[in-house]
């Protein structure tokens, strides 16, 4: 017995030896998967590699210097990807971290993105494009959007020709490049940015266009209240790639819902509004992805250049802070404006269809709450707002403390009540309440009854 206990702990151990030596073998399989170049490797493999996927590039990089914003949209697709093609190598064999190839491969990622902005500056432009948008704006407001737009693309014309300009000589200096004096730009396969599409012309079934509009329209407005909040917020002055990819997504996912549900209905195609409508969707679509490459750039690479421009000179001529002040004063700017121009446009189209537009058009009212009135704010006196809210088919909701809170749910107000009681206890309490007009008003009326709030705005100006 003892024996064959003894040979069953042998025979365990031996397995477990194996086991242990064939995991060792794979680690050491694993670990030849990623080795470090020898330099003969660097020069023999991947310098010829280099060159031969920077050798379209190049010569690309020489057009632009040449014709900078002048080129077609066409070109900057093309010219977007062949740098991702380009990082995504260099990236795959570390230049990131390596000194010789660190800073060509920061000037590949500075012009991916600064070529996608132009790209959408450009697109907005497009005299054949904008005349489809139909915005129908004031005149002197459209001039000061395109005259703004024009000055936008000199100035990202100018940073990205330094870029340029700087990645031929560090070409050069790395051997990659050879200034060839023939322009071969015509043998570049410049893809169009767009794709043909068959005629939509299957007629939508008149049934429930009306609910599925105006469903359409309060994700619109909703949008719409969230930027005018983030606009009067910190984060305006803090905005990261974050924020500008949320916003553009949103966009894209309404005009995707627009294109699909609403375009072809009968209430569509007879109010011509709709298609104003479309054209703010889409401008404030193309705007976040210009602000959203700038602000890449801005959060990803500015630091790094920063430090670099200290050993190359012709880096000083772009100013870095500028970026984020186009980001802000110019493209961000006309979101919130055509934001606001698309808010007027939905309160058309509702009394266009014989609805009441103060029941839908969302508007977002900040309130004070003075903390002598403390014990009037609890549960039994307010409460009975979450009934008042339950009235309208819209959202109603109340921000407190950067958070937020369902004005329709007595369990939400069960847990922002004592919150707020919190804050009365030493200072004054600033809610936001964001729904319908109509419903905001009796809300407003609610609090100002129940327990003293007062209008922010009015708080201001005394």
């Known amino acids: 017995m003892r024996n064959k206990l003894k040979g069953r702990i042998k025979n365990k151990i031996k397995n477990s030896i194996k086991g242990r030596t064939k995991i060792s073998k794979a680690l050491k399989e694993i670990s030849t998967l990623e080795e470090i170049m020898t330099k003969e490797e660097i020069e023999t493999i991947f310098i010829p590699k280099l060159i031969e996927l920077t050798s379209n590039f190049f010569m690309m990089v020489k057009h632009f210097l040449r014709h900078g914003r002048f080129c077609s949209k066409e070109f900057f697709v093309t010219f977007t990807k062949e740098t991702d093609r380009i990082e995504g190598f260099l990236d795959d064999h570390g230049a990131t971290n390596n000194k010789t190839f660190f800073y060509f491969r920061e000037l590949i990622a500075a012009i991916r993105w600064f070529s996608q902005a132009i790209f959408q500056n450009l697109h907005i432009l497009s005299r054949s494009r904008y005349k489809l948008y139909n915005l129908n704006i004031p005149q ?3 001039k000061e959007f395109i005259d703004e737009l024009e000055k936008n693309l000199i100035f990202l014309e100018k940073t990205l020709k330094v870029f340029c300009s700087e990645i031929l000589s560090e070409g050069k200096s790395l051997k990659i490049f050879v200034n060839n004096k023939k322009n071969l730009i015509n043998s570049i396969d410049l893809e169009p940015p767009y794709r043909k599409t ?10 429930g266009d009306r609910d599925r509009i105006i469903d359409f329209l309060l994700k619109f407005l909703n949008v719409g209240q969230v930027l005018e909040m983030f606009a009067k917020s910190p984060d305006f002055e803090n905005i990261t790639e974050e924020t500008t990819e949320h916003f553009r997504s ?12 609403i375009e072809n209905t009968v209430i569509a195609k007879e109010l011509s509004l709709f298609s104003s409508l479309r054209g703010h969707i889409s401008i404030n679509y193309h705007l976040f992805e210009m602000a959203r490459s700038l602000i890449h750039f801005y959060e990803r690479h500015t630091e790094r250049l920063t430090k670099i421009s200290f050993e190359k000179p012709a880096l000083r001529e772009v100013n870095f802070r500028d970026i984020k002040k186009s980001v802000q004063n110019v493209i961000l700017s006309f979101v919130f404006y055509f934001a606001g121009s698309g808010k007027n446009l939905a309160e058309q189209i509702f009394k266009a269809l014989d609805i009441d537009p103060d029941e ?11 903390p002598y009135r403390i014990e009037d704010f609890h549960l039994r006196p307010v409460m009975p707002v979450t009934q008042i809210a339950s009235k ?18 007595p369990l939400e107000m069960a847990m922002a009540i004592p919150d707020i009681r919190e804050r009365l206890a030493t200072e004054n309490a600033r809610l936001i309440i964001r729904g319908p007009r109509k419903a905001t008003r ?8 129940c327990c003293g709030a007062i209008p922010e705005d009015q708080v201001t100006k005394k």
Do not use: C, G, W
């Not at 009796?442 to 009854?449: A, V």
């Open 198 to 207: 068959l005629p939509s012309d299957i007629e939508q079934q008149d049934v």
């Open 250 to 261: 949103v966009y894209h996912r309404l005009q995707s819902i627009y294109d699909t549900h």
């Open 140 to 142: 002197e407001k459209e």
């Open 360 to 370: 839908y058009i969302l508007e977002t009212v900040p309130i004070i709450i003075s």
């Open 392 to 409: 309208y088919s819209a959202n109603i909701d109340l921000y407190f403390n950067r958070k937020r809170y369902d004005l329709k749910s």
């Open 442 to 449: 009796e809300i407003m009326d609610f609090f100002s009854r």
